[in-house]
Nanobody, 126 residues
């Protein structure tokens, strides 16, 4: 499985960005795609996840109500729509894929993910 993330950039506080994650390879038995972020000097942080069927999503409290994860099955692409961006959202954003099932408490753990894409940098200026 390969993941390709894109869509990062520089945006002013209050603005919006949409990140994309194209998933390819042997995806038919996968369980979920997660989004994580990592700011300089900080640990990788769970942002949210979506089941591969698209039926369920989870979000970190820090982004709930501002970020939305969706999936286009025909394109094997997962999106992270980010609205009302804040300077503290500045980070490298990563998408990851897991074959492991679980609930929110499992899916927020980066160690359960089997494949990772490269990061895409989001910078929010104040």
């Amino acid at each position: 499985v390969q993941l390709q993330a894109s869509g990062g950039g520089l945006v002013q506080a209050g603005g919006s960005l949409r990140l994309s994650c194209v998933v390819s390879g042997r995806t038919f038995s996968g369980y979920a795609v997660g989004w994580f972020r990592q700011a300089p000097g900080k640990e990788r942080e769970f942002v949210g996840s979506i089941s591969w069927s698209g039926a369920s999503t989870y979000y970190a409290d820090s982004v709930k109500g501002r970020f939305t994860i969706s999936r286009d099955g025909a394109k094997n692409t997962v999106y992270l729509q980010m609205n009302s961006l804040k300077p503290e959202d500045t980070a490298n954003y990563y998408c990851a894929y897991t074959f492991n099932s679980g609930n929110y408490y499992h899916l927020r753990n980066p160690t359960i993910y089997d494949f990772w894409g490269q990061g895409t940098l989001v910078t929010v200026s104040s």
